[in-house]
């Protein structure tokens, strides 16, 4: 099973930008279609994007489409969440998740059956 570790979060004014990453070990990268969620405090985890193996495929939630980015770099195990013209309901714990090339490249959390601890990302107004 792959290992994965979030970081990059932090307190930010609104606009600004972030980059989180998310480091992965014990297995190679390459294996996995991978997805970035948030929880906000109060509610529910919820989607922001999902990137297929081979990086060819990518979807957003609503939210965040034309704002953020997802991207990887299997040649260096590290899957990336670009955020620009951050907004404070964007403030949420952001974690990283791994599903296997088996499935297809879905929002689902269930689909995901690795998940990093999360890192936490304030945008204050």
């Known amino acids: 099973q792959v290992q994965l570790v979030e970081s990059g979060g932090g307190l930010v004014q609104t606009g600004d930008s972030l980059r989180l990453s998310c480091a992965a070990s014990g297995r190679t990268l390459s294996s996995y279609h991978m997805g970035w969620f948030r929880q906000a405090p109060g509610k529910e985890r919820e989607f922001v994007a999902v990137i297929s193996w081979n990086g060819g495929t990518t979807r957003y939630a609503d939210s965040v489409k034309g704002r953020f980015t997802i991207s990887r770099d299997n040649a260096k195990n590290t899957v990336y969440l670009q955020m620009n013209t951050l907004k404070p309901e964007d403030t949420a714990i952001y974690y990283c998740?791994?599903?296997?090339?088996?499935?297809?490249?879905?929002?689902?959390?269930?689909?995901?059956?690795?998940w990093g601890q999360g890192t936490q990302v304030t945008v204050s107004s």
């Open positions: 998740a791994a599903t296997t090339r088996a499935y297809g490249v879905g929002t689902r959390q269930s689909l995901f059956g690795s």
